[in-house]
């Protein structure tokens, strides 16, 4: 069967290549369009196969994408006119137009681009490797996100499960569908695969953005470059966290947005509806975005009299969207669960939001919450973030950090108020979580230069600045409005750095003007800037992903020696032995009934084992009692405290030392139990 899905899985990569080849203009416009067709077909055959009861079936996903892939292509021939684009022509004359580029550039210009280029070389053989070499192991997908999925293919359907952990019911279920479509293709490493695709979408669709805006290529390639080596976008491309997929998804949706700006035509329209369906419906986080994406729209559609010429169009193809790609991904469960509706209860229950969000904060709470967060994120990003993930690099970045501690201390910015998860310092010290980069160098020393300068020029006389400028002036005021926002929508937490790479779409396209204008610029000063900055970029990058503490490439255990299941527990060492003689005692293909600990505490995902053929069943829901064990039931893990011990139970680990994390280690212990026939 799994050569039959193999072979169905072919034939929908050669469909979503003629879908994509019928409506593309270009390289770069056609990787885009490849993408959104693979998760526009992928994603609501999950939704489909879980009413059918058919997640777990291979087969019936490469029949549900096939049928789709073909309606697909019978929609875009009747809104678009046929190209006739030619991949392979495009990747016969990729070399000559790199080699134009670069015969092109000044020495400056190839300095730059060879250091770039060189480093971005490195980063993904590097990545790439991580990528193969690796396991899922980060702490929300031990706990929820992969859980998640573990029992979706576990049931067959994506049914409300009342799991130990509240994202595994609140969270969309969007991302799983195309998770689980990469298990049956590549097992435990295809959690993974939207996640790497979703890594070069993102520097793709910034290189998009900017051609749209520059039409220059040489601009739009250093932009693709540098977009490929931002530090957070590296830590996040070998992760199966949720949110450089929503960064992938922006990134086509504002692309989208630009094509209309150039070409108003029906199918550009038609594509916005349809990303900003799929957008939406990932996760609630768009509405934090929602601001700056809107201003972006009036930019580039809405203020265009052709799209009132073609409302009807994108009306109904974004209602279709919606209900395809939105409505159905959990939305209207989480509602009904909170018994309100409002934003925090479209994301998580009542007691969450109560901890992550503001909606219960007093007005100068608010205020004193956005103030806080304006100076410890601002921060934050004045890290030298990669480099110093190495233990020189950390020395150095101590120093540089300096004079920032000295005048931001004066603001009173450290402690435990308003902050979730870790308290805010100055140090922002690596703690339990891993790393969670910022931009660097990239940050501070490009986009914040540019950013100051576009908000000058726009201060002095907006009407003056040439097309260009002012495209990427409306950008620099989406990220600010995007960084407000995020500012205010919750307290502060130090794993939010994932988030900004959101707001790195609106800021990697500005990038741009470093080619058409700081490239050209021959004095000393600018030669010994640039080529100095490009070379902390490329040594910042290295690091990022050599010194990956998730991911360990030195020391005595690595990705090299150690195995998966010392990997995937490397955030909690301590519950190895645990899990490893939970392996041993437990049959492959055992039914476990699971008494854990709730709220993000105990890692369940290693408990299906390697070849997850074990059946776990939750019986600790969520700030719920402990339900009755199953009568189906052969074997009982549970930790210390969740369920009395018997005697005969086996005592699986004992934590003698605390890790440095908000929750205590668990004491795990076994009970063989006799199954009711």
């Known amino acids: 069967m799994y050569l039959l899905f193999i072979v169905l899985f072919l034939v929908f990569l050669w469909q979503i290549h003629r879908n994509t080849s019928y409506i593309s203009e270009s ?10 067709g693979l998760v526009s077909c992928i994603i609501p055959t999950g939704f489909l196969l879980s009413e059918l009861n058919q997640i777990s079936h291979a087969v019936s996903w490469g029949i549900g994408v096939n049928t789709l892939a073909f309606l697909f292509y019978f929609f875009f021939t009747k809104i678009s006119e046929n190209h006739q684009y030619s991949l392979i022509n495009s990747l016969k004359t990729l070399p000559k137009n790199l080699s134009d580029i670069w015969q092109e550039q000044s020495f400056l210009g190839k300095s730059v681009f060879g250091i770039l280029g060189t480093g971005l070389l490195i980063v993904s053989i590097l990545n790439l490797g991580m990528f193969f070499l690796t396991y899922p192991n980060e702490w929300d997908s031990m706990t929820g996100h992969l859980v998640k ?7 067959g359907n994506m049914n409300r499960l009342q799991g130990t952990t509240w ?3 609140f969270y969309p279920n969007s991302l799983p569908t195309l998770q689980m479509f990469g298990f049956h293709l590549f097992g435990e490493q295809g959690f993974k695969v939207i996640h790497y695709l979703s890594y070069w979408l993102f520097a793709i669709s910034a290189y998009g953005i900017a051609f749209r805006i520059t039409q220059n290529k040489a601009a739009s390639l250093l932009v693709f470059v540098l977009s490929a080596l931002l530090p957070t976008a590296l830590v996040q491309a070998t992760t199966t966290e949720t949110d450089i997929v929503l960064s992938a998804y922006l990134g086509c949706l504002t692309y989208f947005m630009f094509s209309f700006k150039a070409n108003p035509s029906r199918l550009n329209v038609s594509l916005i509806a349809l990303m900003a369906g799929i957008w939406i419906g990932h996760k609630v986080t768009f509405l934090l975005i929602a601001p700056a994406a809107v201003v972006v729209a009036f930019h580039t559609v809405l203020l265009k009299k052709q799209f009132y010429q073609q409302i009807k169009v994108f009306i109904i193809v974004f209602v279709a969207a919606i209900s395809i ?3 159905p991904t959990g939305y209207i469960g989480n509602i009904r669960e909170s018994k309100k509706f409002s934003l925090g209860s479209l994301s998580a229950p009542e007691m969450v939001m109560r ?5 219960h904060y007093t007005g100068k709470e608010k205020i004193k919450n956005l103030v806080f967060n304006v100076g410890r994120y601002s921060s934050d990003f004045l890290n030298m973030d990669g480099l110093r993930s190495s233990p020189m690099g950390k020395e150095l970045n101590d120093i540089v950090r300096y004079w920032p501690n000295k005048i931001l201390s004066k603001l009173n910015l450290e402690g435990e108020h308003f902050t979730v998860v870790s308290y805010f310092s100055f140090e922002h010290p690596v703690r339990f979580y891993l790393e969670r980069p910022f931009w660097g160098f990239i940050g501070f020393g490009l986009i914040l230069p540019i950013m100051l300068i576009l908000g000058w020029k726009v201060l002095r006389s907006f009407k003056k600045l040439n097309n260009v400028e002012k495209s990427l002036s409306v950008l620099a005021f989406a990220a600010t409005l995007h960084f407000l926002s995020l500012c205010y929508s919750a307290p502060y937490d130090p794993i939010k750095a994932r988030y900004f790479l959101n707001m790195a779409v609106w800021c990697m396209p500005m990038l741009s003007l470093v080619s058409l204008s700081w490239l050209q610029k021959k004095t000393t000063f600018n030669k010994v800037f640039l080529i100095t900055i490009s070379l902390f970029i490329v040594i910042s990058a290295i690091p990022t992903i050599l010194f990956m503490r998730i991911h360990p490439v030195f020391g005595e255990k690595n990705i090299f020696n150690a195995n998966r299941l010392e990997l995937i527990t490397i955030a909690r060492p301590n519950v190895y032995e645990a899990y490893k003689k939970f392996d041993e005692l437990v049959p492959k293909d055992a039914i476990v009934a699971l008494g854990t600990q ?16 074990r059946k776990l069943i939750p019986i600790h829901p969520f700030r719920s009692a402990v339900k009755p064990i199953p009568a189906e039931a052969q074997y ?17 680990n004992s934590i003698n030392s605390k890790s440095d994390i908000p929750v205590n280690d668990s004491e795990f212990y076994l009970r063989k139990l006799t199954p009711t026939p």
């Open 27 to 36: 390289l770069n416009d056609y990787l885009i369009k490849f993408f959104v």
């Open 149 to 155: 999925c573990a029992l979706y293919l576990q049931n």
């Open 167 to 169: 994202t595994i019911d």
């Open 325 to 327: 790609y939105a409505l």
């Open 355 to 359: 901890w992550h969000g503001i909606e």
């Open 598 to 613: 709730q709220e993000h505490e105990d890692f369940e995902y290693p408990l299906w084992g390697a070849d997850f053929q």
């Open 636 to 652: 009982l893990f549970y930790s210390k405290g969740v369920i009395p011990y018997q005697e005969g139970d086996i005592q699986l």
